[in-house]
């Protein structure tokens, strides 16, 4: 059974970055696409962005276009996310989700799709 944990979180100023990783075991990666959802408090999780299990297509949430970016290392088991230009409503916990696909070049990006979960970090950006 794969197991998520999420990875580098923080406090950071507004216009600045921080990079999210999450690190995947028990099965190796490559059997999944993987996707970045957040949960700011009081409102419902959110997806933010999704790769495919071959690392070639991609997809993002338009209040995350050109600011952030997902990759991926199979061989790593590794999946990140790379977030810039980051704004105080970008403040929550960030979650890694990983589904298991047939496909290797589709992308999802709703949360209902996705059945493994990391615990989350907490994303914090000050104004």
């Known amino acids: 059974q794969v197991h998520l944990v999420e990875s580098g979180g923080g406090l950071v100023q507004a216009g600045g970055s921080l990079g999210l990783s999450c690190t995947v075991s028990?099965?190796?990666?490559?059997?999944?696409?993987m996707g970045w959802f957040r949960q700011a408090p009081g409102k419902e999780r959110e997806f933010v962005a999704s790769?495919?299990?071959?690392?070639?297509?991609?997809h993002y949430a338009d209040a995350v276009k050109g600011r952030f970016t997902i990759s991926r290392d199979n061989y790593k088991d590794m999946v990140n996310l790379q977030m810039s230009s980051l704004k105080p409503e970008d403040t929550a916990v960030y979650y890694c989700?990983?589904?298991?696909?047939?496909?290797?070049?589709?992308?999802?990006?709703?949360?209902?799709?996705?059945?493994?979960w990391g615990q989350g970090t907490q994303v914090t950006v000050s104004s």
């Open positions: 989700a990983a589904t298991l696909t047939t496909e290797p070049n589709s992308v999802y990006y709703t949360a209902a799709t996705y059945n493994r």
């Open positions: 028990g099965r190796t990666s490559s059997t999944y696409a």
């Open positions: 790769i495919s299990r071959s690392g070639f297509n991609t």
